[in-house]
């Protein structure tokens, strides 16, 4: 069984400040792990993942995120945050076989000017 | 098409009624999948298609629901005897599901249902 937590329902940073918003996971085996982004009124979007190899993950707009096997999260971080950055985030994990995700119950980021 | 398409966008329906919402995979994609996303929640898996047949079904939630892909691209949700707790929008996802698996799902805007 696989599950995910995201905490903090609401996250709130300044323009210009770093974003980080917290995922972790639970999986009984090696996990794909993702980050979607859903913009209001818009489909989910996926922003990065980890598969396999190098754990610092790079994705669009800016954003990262690190696998780390120990602490069993995967966190997603953005040096500077803009105000087109405020949607809600989604994490979820995946089994290596097979699609389908497990999501975690999302985060909405605020960005204030 | 260019990407997922969901129709219809928004349906109102009533308590007991008969409702089928339709999904348009992107070209190609032979995995397609269902989730629903309840007000200040994340997605939650409901089924998964690999061509024609359903391969995990294990997120339907009881016998109401129901979904088919019978040509091995546009699929069919179908809810019967709907209740107000079915309220939610219903997201569908397709995958290339082919050659090394990255996992990745490629979503549509969703059909958000309405139940009164």
């Known amino acids: 069984a696989q599950s995910v937590t995201q905490l903090g329902s609401h996250v709130s940073v300044s323009e210009g400040a770093l974003v980080l918003l917290r995922c972790n996971y639970s999986?009984?085996?090696?996990?794909?792990l993702f980050w979607y982004v859903q913009y209001p009124n818009q489909g989910l979007q996926l922003l990065l993942k980890?598969?396999?190899?190098?754990?610092l993950v790079k994705g669009i707009n800016g954003f990262e995120a690190e696998f780390k096997k120990s602490e069993t999260s995967f966190h997603l971080t953005k040096p500077s945050a803009h105000m087109s950055d405020a949607a809600e985030y989604f994490c979820?994990?995946?089994?290596?076989?097979?699609?389908?995700?497990?999501f975690g119950g999302g985060t909405r980021l605020m960005v204030k000017p | 098409g260019a990407g997922v398409s969901q129709t219809p966008s928004n349906k109102v329906t009533e308590k007991g009624k008969y409702v089928e919402l339709r999904c348009d995979p992107i070209?190609?994609?032979?995995?397609l999948y269902w989730y629903r996303q309840s007000l200040g929640q994340g997605p939650e898996f409901l089924i998964y298609?690999?061509?024609?047949?359903?391969?995990?079904d294990s997120g339907l939630p009881n016998d109401r629901f129901f979904a088919v892909r019978p040509e091995g691209s546009v699929s069919t949700l179908k809810i019967q005897r709907t209740e107000r707790g079915d309220s939610a929008v219903y997201l569908c996802?397709?995958?290339?599901?082919?050659?090394?698996?990255?996992?990745?799902?490629?979503f549509g805007e969703g059909s958000r249902l309405t139940v009164l």
């Open positions: 996802a397709s995958s290339s599901g082919t050659g090394r698996n990255t996992g990745e799902l490629f």
């Open positions: 979820a994990v995946g089994p290596r076989a097979g699609n389908m995700l497990t």
């Open positions: 980890y598969t396999t190899g190098a754990t």
């Open positions: 070209s190609g994609h032979t995995a």
């Open positions: 298609f690999q061509g024609t047949g359903a391969a995990d």
């Open positions: 999986s009984s085996v090696p996990p794909y």
